[in-house]
């Protein structure tokens, strides 16, 4: 019903920055949280950030609030994640899901197929 596509992973150095996107299709979903996760590597996956569709909310977690920034374009029906100052322990595919309740004690509704981040020392 809903489709996710991430996009503007990629390689890029310690301290850099990079900017993802998460354009949504589908069912009109105006009441849900759209936010991002992230795994890397022999770990299990991790909630990073949710944002309300409608009221524009927002929400992280702690390890990365000083440095992530979500935001949304509804006209374009995309959420974007700002990653700043950007560290090796960051390398993941990163994930956009949707779902009717909060991100962090939810399972989500719907997933993207995820994009890959690398970020070289």
């Known amino acids: 019903q809903v489709q996710l596509v991430e996009s503007g992973g990629g390689l890029v150095q310690a301290g850099g920055s990079l900017r993802l996107s998460c354009a949504a299709s589908?069912?009109?979903?105006?009441?849900?949280?759209v936010g991002w996760f992230r795994q890397a590597p022999g770990k299990e996956r991790e909630f990073l950030s949710g944002?309300?569709?409608?009221?524009?909310?927002?929400y992280y977690a702690d390890s990365v609030k000083d440095r992530f920034t979500i935001s949304r374009d509804n006209a374009k029906n995309t959420v974007y994640l700002q990653l700043n100052s950007l560290k090796p322990a960051d390398t993941a595919v990163y994930y956009c899901?949707?779902?009717?309740?909060?991100?962090?004690?939810?399972?989500?509704?719907?997933w993207g197929q995820g994009t890959q981040v690398t970020v070289s020392s």
């Open positions: 944002i309300s569709w409608s009221g524009g909310s927002t």
């Open positions: 899901a949707a779902g009717r309740f909060d991100l962090r004690v939810a399972v989500p509704d719907y």
């Open positions: 589908g069912r009109t979903f105006s009441s849900y949280t």
